[in-house]
């Protein structure tokens, strides 16, 4: 069982920055963050694995979004630059010891074993 605390959501000014946190209890494959903006689905923003840290991101995050991870602290970062308002969403923070890494399964939520509760994230205009 892995146990994955978020932390670092807030309201920002669009153009400003944001870096969310998540602290995982136990090791995974990878990690991954989803969002969920009121009404729609939950999509996948960025993953990383825990050995080599290569990474995925959905396009529309790509050169605005970075994620990483601390290995010694078990903790994966998303640090968020330049958002608009089309970012505002609840943000997810996701673990699996699925060992499949390849991008179908890394940005699909059903291949996650561990969630986070969810930390929001308010882009103002």
């Known amino acids: 069982q892995v146990q994955l605390v978020e932390s670092g959501g807030g309201l920002v000014q669009a153009g400003g920055s944001l870096r969310l946190s998540c602290a995982a209890s136990?090791?995974?494959?990878?990690m991954g963050w989803f969002r969920q903006a009121p009404g729609k689905e939950r999509e996948f923003v960025a993953a990383?694995?825990?050995?080599?840290?290569?990474?995925y991101y959905t396009d529309s995050v790509k050169g605005r979004f970075t994620i990483s991870r601390d290995n010694a602290k078990n903790t994966v970062y998303l640090q968020m630059n330049s958002l608009n308002f089309e970012d505002t969403a609840v943000y997810y923070c996701?673990?699996?010891?699925?060992?499949?890494?390849?991008?179908?399964?890394?940005?699909?939520?059903?291949?996650?074993?561990?969630w986070g509760q969810g930390t929001q994230v308010t882009v103002s205009s």
């Open positions: 990383i694995r825990w050995t080599g840290g290569s990474t």
């Open positions: 136990g090791r995974s494959s990878y």
């Open positions: 996701a673990a699996t010891t699925n060992n499949l890494w390849a991008r179908w399964s890394a940005s699909s939520p059903s291949q996650y074993d561990y």
